[in-house]
């Protein structure tokens, strides 16, 4: 029975990983080897791994690979993804292909602005509270001076405050609902500085007011952060061609257009189908948040929203066929940065930003939003012909082939044998054997 620990923040990495040995891996062979196999041998990289999170024993690594052939408004673009699932790297980059040799993808940043909240109680009239604000607003406005003083230099920082009434939906419920500009940066930790600071000021104006001195009831602050949800921070990205390039083997090219569109229709229709749709769709954005160190967790979670902003969760893709015009787009929320953070620190990261050519977060959005949509190009130009399976489980092969502990010999007929035979694990794990024997 493992026992609890105090201190254990202040262990060294070594003492970290021998209380994990006597407490949870006791039957794991060679498990101290395992991890300390993949600490940086370079002392000082390690030592700026280590400071990225708390209690650090090792590093986890994931593949660094390159979608290459992204034509992007007539620019040319390698893009640097980050992800364990094979074949999304080699569906990005056929698709990439695909559309390079008819056109590209056109994109375009729409909106840019960020949000955060105070979030307020307050029971008592709601005429006091909205005198008080419309009094206190310069002083909310003025309190933050210092906080944004660089970024408003570089044309950014606290757009509007407003007071919102949200009451209907919880009984004594208010917001200070703040919109920020914060340019190449990410902006989290500028808005809530930003944010706690015009709480506190709030707090502190409202003890000494008036509208609230004779009732005593005051507005009480319950917390002030930033919101991941972010509809007025957008990026659309497209392509389009005639029905006549779109020949798939021996698909019509108006054939494979319709399936194209209906199965879009399918995932605004179906929530089931939509959250698979638009997982796909993220497989190929949260490859390059990661490789760009953005946050993709935020990504997501304002990315779901968005796609439920109707009531009802739908596809972020849209398709349509017109006048034997075939379009495809993607309108999505997306909040990044190039500048502060792990875009300053981690040293791969600074690489996958040198390979996007120094891109600016409005660059950035649209390479993101393009490979979100080669994605989903690719999910479903698969699924409406030979399914999906076919070309994921050739990439899959040489997943199976390793956990198997095949030789490079091996691995190299299995290639040959399954490129023309179905790849399971069990095929594969047959294979093997009657090759071996």
């Given at each position: 029975?493992?026992?609890?620990?105090?201190?254990?923040?202040?262990?060294?990495?070594?003492?970290?990983?021998d209380w994990l040995l006597a407490q949870y891996l006791q039957e794991v062979p060679n498990a101290k080897e395992t991890l300390s196999q993949y600490w940086n041998t370079d002392a000082s990289l390690q030592a700026l791994h280590d400071d990225?999170?708390?209690?650090?024993?090792?590093?986890?690594?994931?593949?660094?690979?390159?979608?290459?052939?992204?034509?992007?408004?007539?620019?040319?673009?390698?893009?640097?993804?980050?992800?364990?699932?094979?074949?999304?790297?080699?569906?990005?980059?056929?698709?990439?292909?695909?559309?390079?040799?008819?056109?590209?993808?056109?994109?375009?940043?729409?909106?840019?602005?960020?949000?955060?909240?105070?979030?307020?109680?307050?029971?008592?009239?709601?005429?006091?509270?909205?005198?008080?604000?419309?009094?206190?607003?310069?002083?909310?406005?003025?309190?933050?001076?210092?906080?944004?003083?660089?970024?408003?230099?570089?044309?950014?920082?606290?757009?509007?405050?407003?007071?919102?009434?949200?009451?209907?939906?919880?009984?004594?419920?208010?917001?200070?609902?703040?919109?920020?500009?914060?340019?190449?940066?990410?902006?989290?930790?500028?808005?809530?500085?930003?944010?706690?600071?015009?709480?506190?000021?709030?707090?502190?104006?409202?003890?000494?007011?008036?509208?609230?001195?004779?009732?005593?009831?005051?507005?009480?602050?319950?917390?002030?952060?930033?919101?991941?949800?972010?509809?007025?921070?957008?990026?659309?990205?497209?392509?389009?061609?005639?029905?006549?390039?779109?020949?798939?083997?021996?698909?019509?090219?108006?054939?494979?257009?319709?399936?194209?569109?209906?199965?879009?229709?399918?995932?605004?229709?179906?929530?089931?189908?939509?959250?698979?749709?638009?997982?796909?769709?993220?497989?190929?954005?949260?490859?390059?948040?990661?490789?760009?160190?953005?946050?993709?967790?935020?990504?997501?979670?304002?990315?779901?929203?968005?796609?439920?902003?109707?009531?009802?969760?739908?596809?972020?893709?849209?398709?349509?066929?017109?006048?034997?015009?075939?379009?495809?787009?993607?309108?999505?929320?997306?909040?990044?940065?190039?500048?502060?953070?792990?875009?300053?620190l981690h040293p791969l990261v600074k690489i996958a930003l040198e390979i996007l050519q120094k891109p600016t977060a409005k660059e950035l959005m649209q390479i993101v939003a393009a490979a979100g949509l080669a994605q989903n190009f690719a999910?479903?130009?698969?699924?409406?012909?030979?399914?999906?399976?076919?070309?994921?489980?050739?990439?899959?092969?040489?997943?199976?082939?390793?956990?198997?502990?095949?030789?490079?010999?091996?691995?190299?007929?299995?290639?040959?044998?399954?490129?023309?035979?179905?790849?399971?694990?069990?095929?594969?794990?047959?294979?093997?054997?009657?090759?071996?024997?």
């Amino acid at each position: 029975m493992p026992s609890p620990v105090s201190g254990f923040s202040k262990k060294t990495k070594e003492e970290k990983i021998d209380w994990l040995l006597a407490q949870y891996l006791q039957e794991v062979p060679n498990a101290k080897e395992t991890l300390s196999q993949y600490w940086n041998t370079d002392a000082s990289l390690q030592a700026l791994h280590d400071d990225f999170i708390e209690n650090t024993i090792t590093n986890y690594y994931l593949p660094l690979g390159i979608a290459p052939n992204f034509l992007i408004n007539d620019r040319l673009f390698a893009i640097p993804m980050v992800i364990e699932e094979s074949s999304v790297v080699a569906a990005a980059s056929n698709a990439a292909k695909f559309w390079m040799e008819r056109g590209g993808f056109k994109t375009k940043v729409i909106s840019t602005q960020k949000n955060g909240q105070v979030y307020l109680n307050f029971f008592g009239k709601k005429e006091s509270l909205t005198t008080f604000f419309t009094e206190i607003k310069p002083k909310l406005v003025e309190s933050i001076e210092q906080v944004q003083k660089n970024m408003t230099k570089r044309g950014g920082g606290l757009i509007a405050i407003e007071l919102k009434d949200c009451t209907e939906a919880l009984g004594g419920f208010y917001q200070l609902h703040c919109t920020f500009e914060t340019l190449d940066a990410m902006g989290a930790n500028f808005i809530n500085s930003c944010l706690e600071t015009i709480a506190t000021t709030f707090k502190n104006e409202a003890k000494a007011h008036q509208s609230f001195g004779q009732t005593h009831q005051y507005p009480e602050v319950v917390m002030s952060i930033l919101s991941n949800f972010v509809p007025e921070c957008l990026v659309r990205a497209e392509v389009s061609c005639h029905v006549s390039e779109l020949e798939q083997n021996d698909i019509d090219g108006t054939d494979f257009a319709k399936k194209i569109v209906r199965s879009v229709a399918i995932a605004h229709a179906e929530p089931r189908r939509a959250v698979t749709h638009n997982k796909g769709i993220m497989n190929g954005i949260d490859a390059v948040i990661l490789a760009t160190g953005n946050d993709f967790r935020a990504v997501e979670a304002g990315v779901h929203a968005y796609a439920s902003k109707n009531g009802q969760y739908k596809s972020l893709t849209h398709a349509s066929l017109e006048n034997d015009i075939f379009s495809f787009w993607i309108e999505i929320p997306l909040a990044l940065g190039t500048v502060g953070g792990l875009t300053t620190l981690h040293p791969l990261v600074k690489i996958a930003l040198e390979i996007l050519q120094k891109p600016t977060a409005k660059e950035l959005m649209q390479i993101v939003a393009a490979a979100g949509l080669a994605q989903n190009f690719a999910a479903l130009r698969s699924l409406v012909t030979v399914g999906i399976q076919k070309g994921h489980m050739k990439m899959h092969l040489m997943n199976i082939l390793n956990s198997l502990e095949a030789s490079p010999s091996e691995k190299d007929k299995a290639v040959i044998h399954f490129d023309k035979n179905a790849v399971s694990h069990t095929a594969v794990a047959t294979y093997l054997t009657h090759l071996r024997s």
